[in-house]
């Protein structure tokens, strides 16, 4: 009977985070128009209003080439950050000397402001797809490999005498031994890997850029569009949410299928 009690309190819970959820998003828009009526729409522009200029955008077609040119640099930035990061994260996590070694340096590595090292990127790659896509790979790269570096740390020594006992080479140690401990935490490492070279590709473009959806935005700054730049904010973070909101699904699902979580798992 306890045991029934316990279920029937846990799916409440879940219920009620559900709903917080599900609420999140109606508040904030009821905030927002706060903030319209309280600052005028002439600086801030309502919902509404925002909502009207994203249709106009798409409609006219002048979002589409440059948010396809944006999410471009986004997907090839993202698959060099979580490749290379799941690599070389594997690499130095599961060698003792090696991660004593380097962990100091990626980690301070990555608390430099990555946009002070714009410039040299903008002078080795030039200006273009290739600078967008090596300039963002380098904000999402770090938190895969550090994500991914402590995970493999936290690898029980069993695991690693059965690989050795197997005389298991290095790829099929990752396959096999290293990668089902460790996959919901390179899922959590892949959804901060993304949420990263966006935001490094959007910089790129605010700062100098051709082409993208950054360069409306920089043009409704200069302007002081107020209408299109929340326009174009709101477009960027419905794309941000849902890509998470997937990748979280996919945790989730991970989690679940065979009883994982972060908590059992390697941690940063």
């Known amino acids: 009977m306890a045991t029934r009690t316990e279920t029937v309190g846990w799916d409440v819970s ?17 905030v927002w128009e ?3 009526l309280w600052l005028g729409a002439d600086l ?11 249709v106009a955008g798409f409609t006219t077609g002048s979002y589409w080439p440059e948010l396809a040119n944006t999410l471009t640099a986004v997907l090839f930035g993202s698959i060099i950050a979580v490749v290379g990061g799941l690599v070389l994260g594997i690499a130095l996590g599961s060698n003792a000397l090696a991660y004593d070694f380097f962990e100091p340096f990626v980690v301070n590595t990555y608390a430099i402001p990555k946009i002070v090292l714009y410039p040299v990127f903008l002078f080795v790659f030039h200006l273009g797809m290739t600078q967008k896509i090596a300039f963002g790979a380098f904000h999402g790269f770090f938190p895969m490999l550090i994500v991914t570096m402590g995970a493999i740390r936290e690898v029980p020594d069993i695991y690693h005498d059965v690989g050795r006992s197997l005389r298991l080479n290095a790829y099929q140690k990752a396959r096999y031994v290293y990668l089902p401990f460790v996959l919901v935490q390179v899922v959590v490492g892949l959804r901060l890997g993304f949420s990263l070279t966006f935001l490094g590709v959007i910089l790129s473009e605010l700062f100098a850029s051709k082409s993208g959806i950054g360069l409306e935005l920089q043009h409704a700054m200069a302007s002081f ?7 174009v904010a709101t477009v960027l973070m419905v794309i941000a949410f849902a890509v998470n909101i997937a990748l979280y699904a996919v945790q989730r699902s991970l989690e679940r299928r065979w009883n994982l979580s972060t908590a059992t798992q390697g941690s940063v």
């Open 34 to 36: 706060g903030f319209t």
């Open 225 to 231: 569009d107020t209408q299109q730049i929340l326009a």
């Open 14 to 30: 879940v219920d009620v985070v559900t709903a917080g959820r599900l609420l999140l998003p109606v508040l904030m828009v009821l």
């Open 44 to 54: 801030v522009p309502s919902p509404l209003q925002t909502l009207d200029a994203i």
